[in-house]
């Protein structure tokens, strides 16, 4: 089974930058889709950015034009760079993985996800934005 550590999460003031990145333990995963989730105290977990097989990436509409999802060559370790960082970006960031276009094509429409039925999941990192 796919492994995935994410990393790079942190404190950021408002308006500010940072660069997440999702390490996959097997070369396999450069046939799934990716996707960023993040879920803030409170509220349900929600997609912010996908990458299909074929690179197509999409993006939730709070976060077009700040954040970037991005794959190294290899396509075994997923980013995502946010700028411009909001106090509401404040959230557990997780990265996942599917066969199916699941996590594309649910992003892309902006409907929730089974995170439990995706095959691969990480286990979070923070992002904290202040003022």
């Known amino acids: 089974q796919v492994q995935l550590t994410e990393s790079g999460g942190g404190s950021v003031q408002a308006g500010g930058s940072l660069r997440l990145s999702c390490s996959a333990s097997e070369h396999s995963i450069s046939t799934y889709s990716m996707g960023w989730f993040r879920q803030a105290p409170g509220k349900e977990r929600e997609g912010v950015a996908g990458?299909?097989?074929?690179?197509?990436?999409t993006y939730a509409d709070s976060v077009k034009g700040r954040f970037t999802i991005s794959q190294d060559n290899t396509k075994t370790t997923l980013y995502l760079q946010m700028n411009s960082l909001k106090l509401e970006d404040t959230a557990m960031y997780y990265c996942?993985?599917?066969?199916?276009?699941?996590?594309?094509?649910?992003?892309?429409?902006?409907?929730?996800?089974?995170?439990?039925?995706?095959?691969?999941r990480g286990q979070g990192t923070l992002v904290t934005v202040s003022s």
């Open positions: 990458i299909d097989n074929d690179g197509s990436t």
């Open positions: 996942a993985a599917d066969r199916s276009r699941a996590i594309y094509t649910g992003i892309m429409m902006g409907v929730p996800l089974p995170w439990d039925r995706l095959e691969a």
